[in-house]
Structure formats: structure tokens, C-alpha cells
């Protein structure tokens, strides 16, 4: 491949101890937004993602002497972006209680978005993940997009297993019953 | 499939041993689309980056006898806290948010960083970052509020509620969106404003004195003018009424006094009222429609009244 932002792992890691500059700016192309997306896809906020995903970046330039990535770079920047984006959620110190009575009453209105016409199944996704009460979104979003056990997620959010669980197959009850009727068997 | 999302796949799977495979099959690969359509600012934040790097000079290898290494790890110990401080700082002023809420006997005013002013009406909530964004300034509300918001071209206002996006640039307005009652409302006093609703694709543009209420129940919209100032009454604390339909005046009453009117008739109520409401003075009121109306009957019950018979034939 020719594309600026295609370099190989090998080639962007091999070229940080000579000349970091460099290999900071290949690896910021090739995989910034893709570290954006999936800290936004968890914490649904554009201006915080961006920022959460540049210091991922620079945390690699800052260890640059003494890292070693054993899988492979997309899945060591996964990692680390999903780790400052708990992080970022732990000091916040969201108040669950609080936030799931909110929610419910504000998901209570998923359903509003199936009589539109013209709605396509992009949309509705995107309605329905977000009209998820607070944590049973986190959970859904980690287990999805964070690649996150059940067990991490528990470990993570200081939650049990069990209410990982029933966070999960709430989001999931709610998402299929938003979406549903857009998807056939398949 | 890639073989790389086939592998997360798996994962996934694995991870819902009791879920349906097909059902986590059809989820999987419809949520897979779930914000694609972001796309971050990828050149403001290299330049972002690369001045964090040129501003954090490399450390120069030097020998040092035992002795000055004490004295070189304080003072690296005291750098380091002094680079954390400052770093949470900068952080804390980015990323921290603010909530605001109000208890249900309780309005509030508010200050925002960039000049503009808002008032919280009761049980609602504000959240808004300690500092803007140089792209937007953007805010969550839940409940009711008004809005006076000062002009800047550069970075628009985006109120984000449970129905829908509320965008302006500089103007004075009321949003209203509480989860528990059946109407979003947006209504504006000066300038222009843009709202987006989240359940479709319509950007509807409102100008001074006009509202957009939205039937969160049937999803149908309404836009019109509000000449009686139902809308701000819970600031003004009165409204009046030039010609308008009893549903309109119950509606105004129910958001003066915080009751509930129940209309529970059928034929159409259309014959015209004009009269003025005055917070606290709830009896009053409906002594006045009473008198002009003797044939609507009004029965109370725990959360307001329960309107019957017509206005005029």
C-alpha cells in the first residue's frame, strides 16, 4: 500500500528509537481516529475522546525507550485508550443511582423513534445506544467496543459480575427491541 | 467480515455464553455502525501533540558521581510535582463538567464562563464543562430553562435534551424538556434559533415569539406564535391572553400553578378568551373562566382539576 497513513506496525515501531518525530506523526495518522471512535463510542463525547486519545499518543512518546508491544499496535493502543477512558470515569465519579432513574425515564421514549418515516437503521442505532440509562450503556459500549470480558468490566466499574450481567442483558433486551424491526433473520 | 472484527466477534460470543446467538449475531453487526460517522479533527490534533513533544525537551544524559545524584532525584521529584500539578490542572479545566440541579420548590440562576446567563426552573438539571471548547459551547439539560446567551459567530450554543439538539449563536429563549411530562417545547424571545430533533432528519428554524412543541407520545411537532407568554410564565409569573382557545388557557394555567388540567371534553372548545393569570392566584382564575364560561364545571382532585362541559356552543 502506498497511503501516507499505511505504514506497517514494524516499520512505525522499528523507526521510533531513531527518529520518534516521525514515528509518532505515521502512527498518529494511522490510528487517531480510530482511537477517537472508540473512546466516543464509550463515553459519547467528541471534545473529551480527542483529548483522552492525544494523551494516549503521547504517553507512547513519553515511554518510547522502554516499550515493548507484544500484540499488536492497534490492540496495544485499543488497550490503553479504553484504560484512560476508565480513567477519565472513575474520577468523574458518576453517580449511578441517579443517572439510571434519568435514564429510565428518558428511555421510556426509545421506542418513539420506529413511527418516523424515513428513518434508516443507522439512526436508530445510534438513538437507541444512546437513550441506554447511563451504565447499562458503559457496559454495553466496553463489552463491544472496549473488548472487555465481564469479568474486567466488573473489575473496572468495582461492580459484581451478576450486575454486568443484568446490565448486559438489559441493553440488550432495549436494543433489539429498538432496533429489531430492522434487522431479518439471518 | 474481516478477520480482525471476525476475532472481536468471537470474543463477544464467548463473553454471552446465555444470549442468543443469532440475536447477539444481528446486534453485533448492526451496532458496528454506531458513531462511524465521527471523524475527529486529525490535523489540529497532531499540531496539538507535536507541541506537547516540542514543549517536553528530551533529557540529557550526564554522568553523575554519587553524591549530586541525591540532589538531582529531589529536584526531579519536585519537577515531577510541579508537571503533575500543572497537568491536572490543564486537565481539570478541559475535560471537568458541571451539574447543576434544582430541588422541586426552587429555581436557580447561573453564570456561564462565557457570559451567557441561565435560569433553572424547578426539579431540572444543567450539565455544562467548567470551560467551552474554542468549537462549541455545549450544554445537557434536563428539565426547564431560559436561555441568554451571548453572541459569538465562532462557536455556537448546542443545548442537547432527551428529544432533541437546541443550536443558536447569541438570542434569549425557553427550553423545556422534562422526562415526565409529554412535551419538549422550545420557545424564543429574541434572535433565531435551530432545532434538531433526534428522531429524524428536519432542522426546524424559529424566529422571535415563535415555540416548536414537540408530543413526545405521538412524535408530531407544532410550531406557532406565542403572543401570551405561556411559555416564560414560570418567570414572569403571569400570563395573559388575547383571543386564545381553553386549551390554551388550561395549558397556561397548568404551567403558572403546577397542576394538572385535565380537559376532558370531546367537542371543540374554540370560542376565544381574553383574561389575564397572576401567579398565587389560582382561585381567581378559574372564577374568571367560570364567569365567562358557566357552563365549564371544574372538579378537583390530588394532582389538579378535571375540566367538563363547553365554553360556548
Known amino acids: 500500500m502506498t497511503f501516507e497513513n499505511e505504514h506497517s506496525d514494524e516499520y512505525i515501531l522499528g523507526l521510533l528509537p531513531s527518529n520518534d518525530s516521525l514515528a509518532m506523526e505515521l502512527m498518529f495518522r494511522k490510528y487517531y481516529a480510530y482511537l477517537c471512535q472508540t473512546i466516543v463510542r464509550v463515553l459519547n463525547d467528541e471534545h473529551t475522546a480527542e483529548d483522552l486519545a492525544q494523551e494516549v499518543f503521547f504517553d507512547v512518546w513519553r515511554k518510547r525507550a522502554e516499550i515493548s508491544v507484544t500484540t499488536s499496535l492497534r490492540a496495544y493502543l485499543r488497550r490503553a485508550s479504553v484504560n484512560k477512558t476508565l480513567n477519565f470515569i472513575r474520577d468523574r465519579k458518576i453517580k449511578w443511582d441517579d443517572e439510571d432513574k434519568l435514564a429510565s425515564a428518558a428511555s421510556d421514549t426509545a421506542g418513539i423513534a420506529l413511527d418516523l418515516e424515513g428513518q ?13 440509562p447511563e451504565r447499562c ?19 473496572e466499574l468495582n461492580i459484581s459480575v451478576k450486575t454486568v450481567e443484568n446490565q448486559m442483558t438489559k441493553a440488550l433486551k432495549m436494543l433489539k427491541a429498538a432496533i429489531g424491526p430492522f434487522l431479518r433473520d439471518s | 467480515m474481516t478477520h480482525k472484527e471476525n476475532k472481536d466477534w468471537q470474543h463477544w460470543h464467548e463473553q454471552h455464553p446465555h444470549e442468543s446467538a443469532s440475536l447477539l449475531k444481528r446486534l ?41 545524584i541525591a540532589l538531582r532525584i529531589a529536584a526531579g521529584l519536585a519537577l515531577l510535582l510541579i508537571a503533575t500539578f500543572f497537568f491536572k490542572n490543564q486537565i481539570g479545566e478541559s475535560s ?160 403558572l400553578y403546577g397542576v394538572k388540567m385535565d ?51
Open chain 1, 120 to 132: 434508516d437503521l443507522e439512526r436508530s442505532i445510534h438513538s437507541a445506544i444512546d437513550l441506554l
Open chain 1, 137 to 155: 450503556r458503559l457496559v454495553f459500549t466496553l463489552s463491544r467496543f472496549g473488548e472487555m470480558s465481564h469479568l474486567q468490566i466488573a473489575n
Open chain 2, 28 to 68: 453485533w453487526e448492526a451496532t458496528g455502525s454506531y458513531r462511524k460517522d465521527y471523524h475527529p479533527n486529525e490535523a489540529a490534533g497532531l499540531a496539538a501533540l507535536k507541541s506537547r513533544m516540542n514543549q517536553h525537551q528530551p533529557a540529557k544524559v550526564v554522568r553523575l558521581s554519587p553524591s549530586k
Open chain 2, 96 to 255: 471537568s463538567a458541571t451539574a447543576v440541579s434544582t430541588p422541586a420548590n426552587e429555581t436557580k440562576e447561573l453564570a456561564l464562563e462565557d457570559g451567557s446567563s441561565v435560569t433553572l426552573n424547578q426539579s431540572s438539571q444543567l450539565d455544562y464543562p467548567g470551560a467551552f471548547s474554542k468549537k462549541e459551547r455545549k450544554l445537557k439539560l434536563q428539565g426547564e430553562a431560559h436561555f441568554k446567551v451571548n453572541r459569538d459567530e465562532n462557536r455556537p450554543f448546542i443545548i442537547e435534551t432527551e428529544a432533541g439538539f437546541v443550536k443558536v449563536l447569541g438570542t434569549s429563549f425557553n427550553v423545556r424538556s422534562y422526562p415526565n411530562d409529554g412535551v419538549f417545547e422550545v420557545f424564543v424571545e429574541t434572535g433565531k434559533v435551530s432545532v434538531a430533533l433526534k428522531t429524524n432528519d428536519k432542522t426546524i428554524e424559529l424566529g422571535a415569539g415563535e415555540f416548536l412543541r414537540l408530543d413526545k407520545s405521538t412524535n408530531k411537532a407544532q410550531k406557532g406564535l406565542d403572543k401570551s407568554g405561556t411559555s416564560n410564565a414560570w418567570r414572569t409569573g403571569a400570563i395573559s391572553f388575547r383571543e386564545q382557545t381553553i386549551p390554551a388557557v388550561l395549558t397556561g394555567m397548568e404551567r
Open chain 2, 263 to 313: 380537559l376532558k371534553n370531546e367537542q371543540p372548545n374554540n370560542c376565544l378568551q381574553t383574561l389575564s393569570l397572576e401567579k398565587g392566584k389560582m382561585e381567581e382564575a378559574i372564577e374568571a373562566l367560570k364567569t365567562s364560561c358557566p357552563k365549564l364545571k371544574f372538579a378537583k382532585n390530588d394532582v389538579g382539576y378535571v375540566v367538563t362541559g363547553v365554553c360556548c356552543q
